[in-house]
């Protein structure tokens, strides 16, 4: 029998930051432990060096996004989704709707400024999608989920 | 209480990426270039990035300063890429960062920041850090159904 584990969103949890929801995940990975070190980055990685990767934005304090495109960013879809939008989606994505005129904050070495969003694209086979499907189905459990706060 | 379905939000089938355009132009032009083929069995180096905390112990807080890792084991599945055994792993807040290849002096996306696995399965667990965290990224290149998506909406 797989051993059970929690699974974390990659979302920030406090405040308007947004919530990680934690549930559990039936597979298997490795059960050793080390201690935190608290001069570990990342968990465990270290600071980029200046300009090193000057593609990278922060996503409305939130998430991550790397620009793929001169108007277009490309990131998580669970960061952009609302929970609004969608009742079995409760992990606090990062700013509630991203609709079409809404306000994308982006901050990198070079740009520290606020867009107003044009458009937002998921993929059809995307978690959302596929998040309704199962919406009518019953919680698995023992899952958690926090309530996200509002942004 | 919502909830999410964890075995059909997480399986190895799920695409979890977005593409957001903004109405103007950012002032500058670094531009990350995409990469479509697979770096699997090729020489080079894997890099995540993130914002997001340092340790799972101060998981809500956001360094809001960008870190990098190194990865090297990993497990790849259809849609998804799987990493775990590693120095380095993600932590919330670094949902949605690129996962890069570098390889003879070029930097490309080959996935997105997605999720993370606590090594035994308890929010206390996860409170106390780890480097064996496993994290998963959505895989934007080798073929993938993203990858075909990607090329469609980017037009390349």
């Given at each position: 029998m797989?051993?059970?584990?929690?699974?974390?969103?990659f979302?920030?949890?406090?405040?308007?930051?947004?919530v990680?929801?934690?549930?559990?995940?039936?597979?298997a990975c490795s059960?050793?432990r080390f201690?935190s070190d608290?001069q570990?980055?990342?968990v465990?990685?270290?600071?980029?060096d200046p300009?090193e990767?000057?593609?990278?934005?922060?996503?409305?304090?939130?998430?991550g996004?790397?620009?793929?495109?001169?108007?277009?960013y490309?990131?998580?879809?669970?960061?952009v989704v609302?929970?609004n939008?969608?009742?079995?989606?409760?992990?606090?994505s990062i700013g509630?709707?991203?609709?079409?005129?809404?306000?994308v904050?982006?901050?990198?070495e070079?740009?520290?400024?606020t867009h107003?969003?044009?458009?937002?694209?998921?993929?059809?086979?995307?978690?959302?999608?596929?998040?309704?499907?199962?919406a009518?189905?019953?919680t698995?459990?023992?899952?958690?989920?926090?309530?996200?706060?509002a942004? | 209480m919502?909830t999410l379905?964890k075995?059909?939000?997480?399986?190895?089938?799920?695409?979890d990426?977005a593409?957001?355009?903004?109405?103007?132009d950012?002032s500058?032009?670094?531009?990350?270039?995409?990469?479509?083929?697979?770096?699997?069995?090729t020489?080079?180096s894997l890099?995540?990035?993130?914002f997001?905390?340092d340790?799972?112990?101060?998981?809500?807080?956001m360094?809001l300063?960008?870190?990098?890792?190194?990865l090297?084991n990993?497990?790849p599945?259809?849609?998804?890429?799987?990493?775990?055994?590693?120095?380095?792993?993600?932590?919330p807040?670094?949902?949605?960062?690129?996962l890069?290849?570098q390889a003879?002096?070029?930097?490309?996306?080959v996935g997105?920041?997605?999720?993370g696995?606590a090594p035994?399965g308890?929010?206390?667990?996860?409170?106390?850090?780890s480097?064996t965290?496993?994290?998963?990224?959505s895989?934007?290149e080798?073929?993938?159904?993203?990858?075909?998506w990607?090329?469609?909406?980017l037009?390349l």
């Amino acid at each position: 029998m797989p051993d059970r584990h929690t699974s974390l969103r990659f979302l920030p949890k406090a405040g308007s930051l947004g919530v990680i929801a934690v549930g559990l995940l039936l597979a298997a990975c490795s059960s050793r432990r080390f201690n935190s070190d608290s001069q570990a980055k990342l968990v465990g990685g270290a600071y980029a060096d200046p300009g090193e990767f000057p593609f990278v934005a922060m996503l409305n304090k939130g998430c991550g996004a790397a620009r793929v495109a001169k108007r277009t960013y490309l990131t998580a879809g669970h960061c952009v989704v609302s929970s609004n939008h969608n009742d079995v989606l409760d992990d606090g994505s990062i700013g509630g709707a991203l609709a079409k005129g809404s306000t994308v904050a982006l901050q990198s070495e070079s740009v520290n400024s606020t867009h107003k969003l044009h458009h937002r694209k998921c993929p059809s086979t995307s978690f959302v999608h596929r998040a309704r499907a199962h919406a009518a189905q019953t919680t698995h459990p023992g899952a958690v989920s926090h309530r996200p706060r509002a942004h | 209480m919502r909830t999410l379905r964890k075995p059909h939000i997480l399986g190895p089938s799920v695409i979890d990426l977005a593409l957001i355009d903004v109405v103007e132009d950012p002032s500058d032009d670094h531009i990350a270039a995409l990469s479509f083929d697979s770096f699997a069995g090729t020489s080079g180096s894997l890099v995540l990035l993130g914002f997001g905390c340092d340790s799972f112990a101060e998981r809500s807080t956001m360094t809001l300063r960008l870190k990098k890792g190194v990865l090297k084991n990993f497990v790849p599945r259809k849609a998804m890429w799987r990493f775990e055994g590693n120095d380095a792993s993600g932590c919330p807040g670094d949902s949605g960062s690129p996962l890069l290849w570098q390889a003879n002096g070029k930097t490309s996306v080959v996935g997105v920041n997605s999720f993370g696995l606590a090594p035994n399965g308890t929010a206390a667990d996860a409170a106390q850090g780890s480097k064996t965290f496993a994290v998963s990224f959505s895989r934007t290149e080798g073929g993938a159904e993203a990858a075909r998506w990607l090329t469609e909406q980017l037009g390349l």
